[in-house]
């Protein structure tokens, strides 16, 4: 998952979800780590609403976690604007440094971890009432 400074509310959660539960790699820059909701806004008289920071994210170890600091990419690869620029002859982009880490990532673990398609099952015997026990 890429990931970058200026992400904020879910570009938070989301990431630490990816990451917690063992997903995959974060990569880029990390996140902003401004995670407090906002929850019953009372209505004004004029049709506004007023908002205040209400509730927050904290981790079973009794930590904020990722209030106030984000979440910690796993391959650091600097967002470059200077290198998402198109090249001089118009023709294509110069590059995208995280997206291209993400590539190059996402390649070596399909060469590392081929994907190997299941063994068909013999087909299931379906005589008398339901299915045998090895089929469910």
């Known amino acids: ?3 970058n400074g200026l992400a ?3 570009g938070d959660m989301f990431p ?3 990451k917690d539960g ?3 790699k974060l990569i880029g820059m ?3 780590g401004g995670l407090v909701g906002i929850a019953g806004e009372p209505p004004l008289v004029d049709g506004g609403s007023v908002t205040a920071p209400s509730f ?3 981790k079973k170890d009794g930590t904020w976690g990722v209030e106030g600091h984000g979440v910690d990419p ?3 690869v600097i967002d470059d604007p200077a290198k998402m620029q198109p090249d001089a002859g118009g023709s294509g982009w110069i590059g995208d440094p995280q997206l291209d880490a993400a590539i190059e990532h996402i390649l070596a673990e399909v060469q590392a971890h081929p994907y190997t398609p299941p063994q068909r099952p013999a087909d299931p015997n379906r005589k008398g009432m339901g ?3 090895r089929d469910r």
């Open 22 to 24: 063992k997903i995959g």
């Open 56 to 58: 927050g994210f904290f």
């Open 74 to 76: 796993d391959i650091v």
């Open 30 to 32: 990390r996140t902003w």
């Open 8 to 10: 904020g509310s879910g």
């Open 131 to 133: 299915l045998p026990e």
């Open 16 to 18: 630490w979800l990816f």
């Open 1 to 3: 998952m890429l990931i």
